[in-house]
Structures are given as C-alpha cells and as structure tokens.
C-alpha cells in the first residue's frame, strides 16, 4: 500500500470546529486547505458524519451559496489539483448545487408553495402539532441521533450531508411531520441556507423529486456512518413516499435585463452572489457599492443568530471589500424592505445614479424581497439590471429533468474533451 493510498483511506479525524468567517479569504483558506483531501479521500470518506470538525468534507457550502467563492474557482482549483477521474465526486457534488438552482429557476411554484405551506401552517398550528413540532426542533423527541443533530443545527447552524438526509427522513416518515415545516427549519438555521438546494433535497427525501423514490433512514447505516456513536430503534421500517397532487412542470427560464452601457450605476450585492469582482460588471459606469441582506425573510418565524448574522456580515465585508478596492463608497441599506427600498432611492439621487446593477437574483427570498426595491426604483425612472453568470447561463438550460442526464454534461462544463 502506497501513502497515497494510505491517505486515502485513514478515516479524517475531526478536530474543533473552526468558526464560521464570513468572509473571502476564509472560504479561500478553507478550500486550500481541503485540496489535497478532494480527490480519492473525498469518495471514500465523505459519508461518514464525525460531529463538528469533520475534515472528510470540505464544509466549503457557506461560502458557495452566498458565492464567497465561486463554484467555478472550486472546480477549477480542484481539477488543477486533481485528475477529473480522482475527483469526480466531489465535482459532481458542487455541480449539483448548479443543478438544483437551475432547477428550481425553472419551477419557482415548487419554492413559492412550500414557503407558502409553512407560513400557513405556522399561522395556525393545531396543539398536538405545536407540541411535536417543538420537541423536534428543541432535540426532545427522544431519538438519540435526532436530537443530537437539532442541537447542532441549532448551536452551530451546520450539519453534514447524511445528517441532513437522515434528520428529513426521520422528520418525515418517524415523527410525521410536514415537510415544508421542515426545510422552513433549516432555512431557519443553516449558515448555508439555499432556497433550491433545501427545498428540492427535502422534497427528493419525500420522493417527491423522483416520483416514489424517497429516501429511508436506517439504524445500521447511521450506526456504520457515525461510526457508532448513534444507534437508534424505532424508526419507520417501511414508509411510503409522499405523493403530491398535481404536477409542476418547468418553464423557460427567466432572462436577465440587459445592462445600459454607459448610465451611471450602482452595484448592489446580496447573499446570492459576492465575489463580484469575478462576474462581467460594467466596473466603468459604477459610482458607489451597496448591501442588502434580508434574512428574515428566510421564513414567518424567526431565524436562528448564527445563520443571520453569516449573512449580514457576508454582505457587509463584501461591500467594504469591493468598495474599499474601487475606491467607492459602500452602504449597507436596512434590511426591513421597505426601509431598504427607501434608502436605496435616496442613494440613487443622491449620487446621480440612473442604474441599478445586481447579480442575477435566483429563486429565493432575496429575489421575493426584491420586488419591493423594483417597484420602488421603477417608480423613480431607474433602470435595473442583472449579471448572469456565464456558469450559469451553460449549466441551468440543461437542468430540467433528473441529474443523470445533468451529470453527463459536467465534463463539457467543466470545459474538459469528453472521452
Ligand atoms: C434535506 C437537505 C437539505 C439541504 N439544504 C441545503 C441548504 O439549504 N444549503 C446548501 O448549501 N446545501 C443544502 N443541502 C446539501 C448538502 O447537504 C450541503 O451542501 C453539504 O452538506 C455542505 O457540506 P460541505 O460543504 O462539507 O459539502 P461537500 O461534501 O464538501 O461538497 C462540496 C460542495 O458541493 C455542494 N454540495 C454537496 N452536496 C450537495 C447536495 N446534496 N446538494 C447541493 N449541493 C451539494 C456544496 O456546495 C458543498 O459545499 C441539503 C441537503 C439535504 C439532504
């Protein structure tokens, strides 16, 4: 056996888990790092959940979701590391990040419905649902490994990929609890909350994805991938999957506005893209850099302080960092959105600016938010434009249906020959 492949299959001890930094260069440290453990380590440990400062993972996703760091700069350090072949895994792990957003751009209705769903239920929770509702996310239902893993959720505001996949199973098949109450606590909670990445893996732990294909937490394979520090009983032996009335099907995709070349602009950054620096900006006409961060508007109940304050203090180095390096001013505008709408009119006048130019703005609850701040510029006569980024303008189209077929197209996204 060669150290390499000794490498390979030494289990990654975890050690105490570092915080969370909202920042740049802490994503990039964090994925330098992991690089030399993203290739054949990566496929042979990755399922195993360790606890808190697990190293077999890359825990890389509060930084890609809020695009920190970029999926592409993930990928292409990776494969400047690695062969495709060795790292292929972890390659199509980010990729489906990309798959599950240009899914869901497709179908908005499967977002809209589920926030819709949870906020109903939470307006009125009938007691017996109260009360299970609350053991679950308080961790006192009794189930050792659930329990644990709410209490990480809550404490830390992370959980690993098997974690998250055995808690929505249990919540759904063992405690029978709603789904959408569900992903509405994660969104609550994660650091690396996504509108598409949670609701479609909770709806594909449902079998609602790949109609009666749903996934079922089993006590020997949480014994075996926690390396038996959880054993649970009594779980459900054999659920069905849910089954939704009526089907969604996809839509075209929603096109950017164009920018106008040559209108003064402001650059308004959110927790859907801050790494402007690497997107194709019209830098030339931006006269000033602002923020808006909108975490509560995550659910009707309030979110959880680690994964609030991740976001706001993404947003806010974000603008500092792009301003500072520019030598433009930088605002943060206040995150309840009608303040937000106002403010950002008034900065506009302020400076003259005719254009708002922002990220596209996926599925989600900053683009729900938005459209207050649309209506409020529009009725000013200021122009609002959005960057899609070319990963994304290749990737999405090719989204609609399953992953295999998605999966096939990653070497030629990744831009490597096929064969
Ligand atoms: C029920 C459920 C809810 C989830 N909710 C979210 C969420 O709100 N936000 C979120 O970012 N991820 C979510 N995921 C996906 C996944 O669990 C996390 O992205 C992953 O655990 C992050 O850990 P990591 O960075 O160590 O991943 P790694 O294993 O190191 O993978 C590298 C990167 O690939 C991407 N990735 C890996 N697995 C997935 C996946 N299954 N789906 C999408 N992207 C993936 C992430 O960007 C991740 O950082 C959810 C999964 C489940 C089962």
């Given at each position: 056996m060669t150290t390499t492949d000794l490498f390979a299959s030494a289990p990654e001890i975890a050690r105490p888990a570092p915080a969370f930094l909202p920042t740049r260069e802490e994503g990039l440290r964090r994925l330098r790092d992991f690089l030399p453990r993203a290739g054949a380590a990566y496929a042979a440990q990755r399922n195993f959940d360790d606890g808190p400062g697990r190293r077999n993972v890359s825990v890389l996703s509060p930084w890609l979701r809020t695009r920190l760091v970029t999926e592409e700069e993930v990928v292409h350090a990776v494969l400047a590391r690695h062969a495709f072949e060795a790292s292929e895994k972890f390659v199509q792990e980010v990729f489906w990040r990309t798959y599950w957003k240009g899914h869901l751009e497709m179908r908005p209705a499967l977002w809209t419905s589920a926030r819709d769903r949870a906020a109903a239920l939470h307006a009125d929770l009938a007691p017996d649902l109260a009360s299970r509702l609350a053991a679950a996310e308080e961790g006192r239902t009794g189930i050792d490994c659930f329990d644990a893993w709410a209490v990480e959720l809550n404490e830390t505001g992370f959980l690993h990929n098997h974690a998250r996949m055995w808690f929505a199973s249990i919540w759904i098949f063992t405690l029978r609890l709603p789904w959408v109450l569900g992903a509405d606590f994660f969104l609550r909670h994660?650091?690396?909350?996504?509108a598409a990445s949670n609701t479609l893996s909770w709806r594909w732990v449902a079998g609602l994805h790949t109609k009666g294909k749903h996934y079922v937490a089993r006590p020997d394979n949480i014994a075996s991938y926690t390396r038996g520090r959880f054993s649970p009983r009594d779980l459900a032996r054999d659920p069905q999957p849910l089954v939704q009335t009526g089907d969604v099907a996809a839509g075209p995709l929603r096109r950017a506005e164009p920018v106008k070349p040559g209108v003064p602009s402001l650059l308004l950054l959110s927790?859907?893209?801050?790494?402007?620096?690497s997107a194709p900006m019209p830098w030339a006409d931006i006269r000033l850099v602002a923020g808006f961060a909108s975490p509560s508007a995550r659910s009707s109940r309030p979110v959880g302080t680690p994964a609030a304050a991740f976001a706001v203090e993404a947003v806010q180095g974000a603008v500092h960092r792009v301003a500072s390096a520019r030598g433009l001013p930088g605002e943060m505008l206040p995150a309840a959105i009608r303040d937000a709408a106002d403010a950002l009119v008034a900065l506009c006048a302020r400076e003259g600016v005719r254009q708002v130019v922002r990220g596209f703005l996926p599925v989600g609850w900053t683009a729900d938010a938005f459209v207050a701040l649309r209506t409020a510029l529009g009725a000013s006569g200021i122009h609002v434009a959005e960057i899609l980024r070319p990963w994304d303008a290749r990737a999405w189209p090719h989204a609609g249906r399953g992953f295999f077929p998605f999966k096939a197209r990653i070497p030629d996204l990744c831009g490597i020959a096929a064969g």
């Open positions: 994660l650091i690396d909350a996504d927790e859907d893209d801050l790494h402007p620096e």
